[in-house]
């Protein structure tokens, strides 16, 4: 970032300090600075304003570490804030990184729409915006550089996919209920639409209950009892992520069904807990979705900030988990 009417570079500003043409006031003068480092009291690095969801289940943990690990790796300096699920928490975050004048914004929005007017504020304001795993709804795709994160319509369909294939002999009805994430979110909105497109061609799988657990353990349990009490057959789960699945696990198991066998299981993400319930037999299939953004988020920061051009969306790497695959990877799963 520049100085001071874009004729100095912070490097280059450094390397006259380094010359020794500056002496005294160094701290002051760098905290003057208006063009980028903001606060950071005079070194030379990349400030970027990072605005998370909040800490809702364990993939977002894992998350937050890599994005943390990553940043301290870097030299970057991260500015964190956690939004604990709410738009306007977030909205407020952006809005304190543009005021700081931060180098970079990335955020994982709460919900895809609504973002617009903020949005617009960082681009005046000439900070360049990553999206880290969640998308947003805009028309305007100059409001942010990039995304970086999942295809959260392959997940649902991966799990869709499973489902059919393991009840491709079954004369009868098959009774799903679905647990949806944080309504309003990317992984919501994908993960059912990519599960109910994988599904439509077989008129006996049938959702016959579908509602948001927030994706917390706590929600999962607590909509799964009332699955439970209002669905006398229930023969599937599908839930969005693995913790709304640990919570549905301890009410059917509360309910007097076997996890596993009396209803099959389908998640997405595949942390530990997740893939020891698979190893186990409590679950049945995890369409992977992954946490560690963080190296990755790092580098595109730097690039955008060099104003360099980044590929428009840039997707994770991932795969599925049977009961099987899940044994032999859990001695080695990092979070
Ligand atoms: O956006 C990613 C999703 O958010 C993960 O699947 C879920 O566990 C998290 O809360």
Known sequence: MGITGNTFTRRGFGAMLAAGLLVTGLGACANSDTGGDAGTGGDDKLVLGFSQVGAESGWRTANTTSVKEAAAEAGIELKFDDAQQKQENQIKAIRNFIQQKVDVIAFSPVVESGWDTVLKEAKDAGIPVILTDRAVDSADKSLYKTFLGSDFVKEGRLAGEWLVEETKSATGPVNIVELQGTTGSAPANDRKKGFGEAIAANPN???????????????????????LKANPKIDVLFAHNDDMGLGALEAITAAGKVPGKDIKIITVDAVKDGMQALADGKFNFIAECSPLLGPQLMDLAKKVHAGEEVPPRIETEETTFTQQTAKEALPTRKY
């Open 205 to 227: 799988l049938k959702i016959i209950a579908s509602q948001s657990g927030d994706f917390t353990r706590a929600g999962g349990k607590a909509v799964m009892e009332q699955f």
